[in-house]
């Protein structure tokens, strides 16, 4: 037996060299502190819990194998590399997770060399792990490349695209299927049924059989190994499995918390002779923290919480989210409606969609991580006449743009696109902010596109989309809560293309889409004090514009603004290409465009993110000075 030793173990691992040198009686005693750490950080600062939890033995097993950082580990998604950041020279920093300057949520390159790809969008793992295989056998490096990808993951093309491809790895490409039985929500679809099915009813191998089986393709004595535990003989089984189909060498099920059978079996298959090796590990999501075993999502995401109780902090309440508001408005559309139907790929809970599924059962589709699909999917609806509304967050439309060009916008059908987390969004930082939907939706034909100023707004959205049965049409909103109006009772349906003036002024007009209405509200009065009389519109449609409005406002305005929460590509460019279009700012017109910066934004509270991005009520102002070249005005005085 080894003696454990007074000192924590964990206190003497800083990085996987460290966790070397301990010898595998000890690894038992580490993963238990490793996952304490984790309790007890993400206690602190909230983040992604129950994915690392499910993860602790296998993060321990894969860094005591394999030599990382030169052996190549891609997390999929990344949202469970937390214990790997604790050991993996980051722990000082482990309580400083998804806070402004703190470390990222998710692995990124620039954050460690053990990081070597970065993540946030599933499934791209096995992709990723294959090019680094692939380079380095044509630089004939050493390096393995060892993928972990969920069961959730799992359920994306790409994953399949990339499998498909994987022999040209040889036998350096170690991908790690971790099968926890979860996606964000209950994992959907036949893939997981199959893989439920590998798991419970694969025939189970006698150990002589297993050993002479493996041992073709296998170096290490893996029956001595095996003698430790007969549930691991048990568990291994080979053979006619869909992996073993794409070209891989399937090992599997097993236990990934137990780690007499992960370290061997991974010794196994680091030492394989030939072609890419797929693991079928089982885990348990929020392994080994109660509060997260017992809850429905596994405490996939959660607020700061009291590590005791596991109780979490309770959001401060006040207006509603506008997802939120989204799903209740699209519930009352399908009470009179029966052809309204709602697709999610992955998100019931995210996009507020599992609320619309206990009260509509068959008209939601959960389609699983496959944002392309989900496209398609609803422009077959459509094209059979249903209503159906792909409600998708905005930076995971990104993956299905063809589908959105090619199958839905080129066809013209009638696809609701519901466009959740649209603008910043704070502690998930670059890749998830929601930055580029207006960018590349409001260059499509055909494509109707509007943004709502606030959650009374969204309620009409909800409706105009509904009744917009002569193409597609999709309407953006932002992570959290509205700003407090009353909803309305009766929606409205929108003029398309009409927007609407908030304020009436002279001298300046700003031209506003989506929620930095507020600010630009704000600015006016600001202005307004000042002595330069602001008109504010929410222009509420990007596409089609709203040309006579605008052309009004530049014809008696002096200083136009434009304000929005996309990038660079969106409101401003349309405006900027009808006035110059039309010859409008042939005539001396002052109009600036206020827009997200050009650059990926790190990670941050979303008011610091628009404070970085100078979009808030002093820069508006500053920027009308500036045009006016009232120079001696700045942010800092705009804010006194
Ligand atoms: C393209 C894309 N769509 C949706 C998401 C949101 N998302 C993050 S994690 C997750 C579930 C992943 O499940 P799984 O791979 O089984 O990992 P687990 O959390 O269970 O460990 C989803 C849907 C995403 N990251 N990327």
Same mark, same amino acid.
């Given at each position: 037996m080894t003696a454990i030793p007074a000192t924590p173990l964990l206190d003497t691992v800083d990085t996987p060299a460290d966790l070397r040198r301990l010898a595998p009686g000890q690894l038992r005693q580490l993963a238990d502190e490793l996952r304490a750490e984790m309790i007890s950080a993400v206690g602190q600062t909230g983040g992604h819990l129950g994915s690392g939890l499910g993860v602790v033995e296998l993060t321990t097993a894969i860094h005591y194998v394999f030599n990382t950082p030169e052996d190549r580990l891609v997390w999929d998604v990344g949202h469970q590399?937390?214990?790997?950041?604790?050991?993996?020279? %980051? #722990?000082?920093?482990?309580?400083?997770? %998804?806070?402004?300057?703190?470390?990222? &949520?998710?692995?990124?390159?620039?954050?460690?060399?053990?990081?070597?790809?970065?993540?946030?969008?599933?499934?791209?793992?096995?992709?990723?792990?294959?090019?680094?295989?692939?380079?380095?056998?044509?630089?004939? @490096?050493?390096?393995?490349?060892?993928? /972990?990808?969920?069961?959730?993951?799992?359920?994306?093309?790409?994953? =399949?695209?990339?499998?498909? *491809?994987?022999?040209?790895?040889?036998?350096?490409?170690?991908?790690?299927?971790?099968? *926890?039985?979860?996606?964000?929500?209950?994992?959907?679809?036949?893939?997981?049924? =199959?893989?439920?099915?590998?798991?419970?009813?694969?025939?189970?191998?006698?150990?002589?059989?297993?050993?002479?089986?493996?041992? %073709?393709?296998?170096? #290490?004595?893996?029956?001595?190994?095996?003698?430790?535990?007969?549930?691991?003989?048990?568990?291994?089984?080979? &053979?006619g499995t869909l992996f073993e189909e794409l070209g891989f060498y399937y090992v599997g099920p097993i236990d990934g918390h137990n780690l007499d059978q992960l370290i061997p079996v991974l010794e196994n298959v680091r030492d394989a002779a030939e072609g890419?090796?797929?693991?079928?590990?089982?885990?348990?999501?929020?392994?080994?923290?109660?509060?997260?075993?017992?809850?429905?999502?596994?405490?996939?995401?959660?607020?700061?919480?009291?590590?005791?109780?596991?109780?979490?902090? @309770?959001?401060?309440?006040?207006?509603?989210?506008?997802?939120?508001?989204?799903?209740?408005?699209?519930?009352?559309?399908?009470?009179?409606?029966? $052809?309204?139907?709602?697709?999610?790929?992955?998100?019931?809970?995210?996009? &507020?969609?599992?609320?619309?599924?206990?009260?509509?059962?068959d008209r939601l589709f959960d389609v699983g991580i496959a944002e392309q699909h989900a496209v398609t999917f609803a422009a077959g609806l459509a094209a059979q006449g249903m209503r159906p509304f792909c409600a998708i967050y905005s930076?995971?439309?990104?993956?299905?743009?063809?589908?959105?060009?090619?199958? /839905?916008?080129?066809? *013209?059908?009638?696809? #609701? !696109?519901?466009?959740? %987390?649209?603008?910043? /969004?704070?502690?998930d930082g670059a890749t998830h902010a929601g930055s580029f939907d207006v960018t590349y939706l409001a260059s499509l034909p055909n494509l109707v596109v509007m943004a709502a100023a606030d959650e009374a707004e969204l309620v009409h959205m909800v409706h105009t989309a509904a009744a917009h049965d002569s193409g597609p049409i999709a309407f953006r909103y932002p992570r959290g809560n509205g700003v407090g109006v009353a909803l309305p009772t009766v929606p409205e349906v929108l003029p398309i293309g009409k927007g609407r003036v908030v304020r009436e002024g002279s001298k300046v007009a700003i031209l506003s889409l989506g929620t930095r209405l507020a600010e630009a509200l704000k600015a006016a009065d600001q202005?307004?004090?000042?002595?330069?009389?602001?008109?504010?519109?929410?222009?509420?449609? /990007?596409?089609?514009?709203?040309?006579?409005?605008?052309?009004?406002?530049?014809? $008696?305005?002096?200083?136009?603004?434009?304000?929005?929460?996309?990038?660079?590509?969106?409101? &401003?460019?349309?405006?900027?290409?009808?006035?110059?279009?039309?010859?409008?700012?042939?005539?001396?017109?002052?109009?600036?465009?206020?827009?997200?910066?050009?650059? !990926?934004?790190?990670?941050?509270?979303?008011?610091k993110q628009y404070d970085q991005a100078g979009l808030n009520a002093p820069h508006i102002v500053d920027t009308v000075l500036k045009a006016l070249r009232h120079n001696s005005a700045g942010v800092q005085e705009a804010r006194a």
């Open positions: 590399a937390y214990p790997h950041k604790i050991l993996t020279g %980051r #722990r000082s920093r482990i309580r400083t997770l %998804r806070q402004g300057g703190g470390l990222s &949520g998710f692995t990124k390159r620039s954050e460690s060399e053990y990081d070597p790809f970065g993540t946030a969008h599933s499934s791209t793992s096995i992709s990723a792990a294959l090019g680094f295989a692939v380079a380095n056998k044509l630089a004939g @490096k050493p390096g393995k490349a060892i993928a /972990v990808i969920g069961d959730g993951a799992m359920s994306a093309g790409m994953a =399949y695209e990339a499998m498909n *491809n994987a022999e040209a790895a040889g036998n350096r490409l170690i991908v790690i299927l971790n099968d *926890n039985d979860m996606s964000i929500a209950p994992p959907v679809g036949g893939l997981s049924g =199959y893989l439920a099915r590998l798991v419970s009813s694969r025939p189970f191998l006698e150990l002589r059989e297993l050993a002479k089986k493996l041992s %073709r393709r296998l170096p #290490r004595p893996l029956h001595q190994a095996a003698k430790k535990t007969d549930e691991f003989a048990r568990g291994m089984a080979m &053979g890419p090796c797929l693991v079928h590990v089982v885990t348990q999501k929020g392994k080994g923290y109660a509060p997260a075993e017992a809850a429905a999502d596994k405490y996939h995401g959660v607020q700061k919480f009291d590590v005791i109780t596991g109780e979490q902090v @309770k959001s401060a309440g006040g207006p509603p989210s506008y997802t939120n508001v989204f799903a209740q408005a699209l519930m009352a559309e399908a009470q009179t409606d029966p $052809t309204v139907c709602a697709i999610t790929a992955a998100m019931p809970s995210g996009t &507020g969609l599992d609320k619309f599924a206990k009260a509509f059962p930076t995971f439309l990104q993956r299905a743009y063809d589908q959105v060009v090619h199958d /839905v916008a080129i066809q *013209n059908l009638p696809v #609701r !696109f519901a466009i959740d %987390r649209a603008g910043l /969004v704070g502690a202005l307004d004090a000042r002595g330069l009389s602001t008109t504010v519109a929410d222009l509420r449609f /990007v596409k089609p514009l709203d040309d006579d409005l605008i052309r009004r406002l530049i014809a $008696t305005h002096e200083v136009v603004i434009t304000i929005e929460e996309g990038a660079i590509g969106g409101l &401003g460019a349309h405006v900027l290409t009808m006035a110059s279009d039309e010859g409008l700012t042939d005539t001396g017109l002052k109009i600036r465009t206020m827009r997200l910066p050009d650059v !990926f934004q790190d990670h941050d509270s979303p008011e």
